[in-house]
């Protein structure tokens, strides 16, 4: 099954309010990658993850690695049009190399 | 500008007619990957090549065939595509392992008739 689960599946906001998707491994991972679908186009790299507990920010996003290596969050804040698609982790397991379920965002101007 | 190029980007094919899918790159990276990605899902790890060591995903079928003859190219090999092998289909690469950043090329969508 799914080993890779992010909530929620769906997210609609107004544009300016913030937005938070968690993602959810079942084993633990040994790094946690972002990426970023716009509509009708190809994943996007952000950033990756390493150490247990690692933050790290890029303007209005904010990325976090939980401290047992097996779940990860996403938060932008204040939200803008341009910030619309799906997001994605992504996670080696050691064994197979997943991506999440993805969250899409909707960004309601 | 370096990147990742798949040719075709639209892709017919009939029930049980092999169709092969590429990809190429300038970027001159180690590994390359395929990734099959159905509406509104996940892209999903079919295989990758690091040089010239390929690996499979343990659940990709026996459908699905990959040949990288150089660093550039890459293919993707459907023998007998079946209405559900209907997907986008990402090409991406990365300097090293899987603990690096992928680069992904637009995609092939292919349509099975």
Not at chain 2, 41 to 68: C, G, I, M, V, W
Not at chain 2, 78 to 101: N, W
Request: with cysteine; charged share 15%.
């Amino acid at each position: 099954g799914q080993q890779v689960m992010q909530i929620p599946q769906y997210q609609h906001v107004q544009e300016g309010e913030d937005f938070t998707t968690y993602c959810n491994s079942s084993t633990t991972l040994s790094n946690i990658q972002w990426y970023k679908q716009r509509p009708g186009g190809h994943p996007v790299f952000l950033i990756q993850l390493v150490k247990s507990g690692e933050v790290k920010k890029q303007k209005r996003l904010t990325f976090q690695f939980g401290e047992a290596k097996k779940n990860s969050s996403l938060h932008i804040t204040a939200t803008q049009t341009t910030d619309v698609g799906t997001y994605f982790c992504a996670g080696d397991t050691g064994n197979q190399f997943y991506f999440g379920t993805g969250t899409s965002l909707t960004v309601i101007p | 500008d370096a990147m990742v190029i798949q040719n075709p980007r639209y892709q017919v094919t009939q029930f049980g007619k092999p169709v092969t899918l590429s990809c190429s790159q300038t970027l001159n990276h180690n590994v390359m990957y395929w990734y099959q990605q159905k509406s509104s899902q996940a892209p999903k790890l079919l295989f990758h090549y690091y040089d010239k060591d390929f690996n499979n995903e343990a659940d990709t079928p026996d459908n699905f065939q990959s040949r990288r003859p150089n660093t550039s190219f890459c293919f993707l090999d459907i023998r007998s595509p079946g209405l559900g092998d209907a997907a986008m289909y990402l090409c991406a690469t990365s300097r090293a392992g899987r603990a690096y950043e992928q680069y992904f090329g637009p995609g092939t969508r292919l349509t099975v008739t």
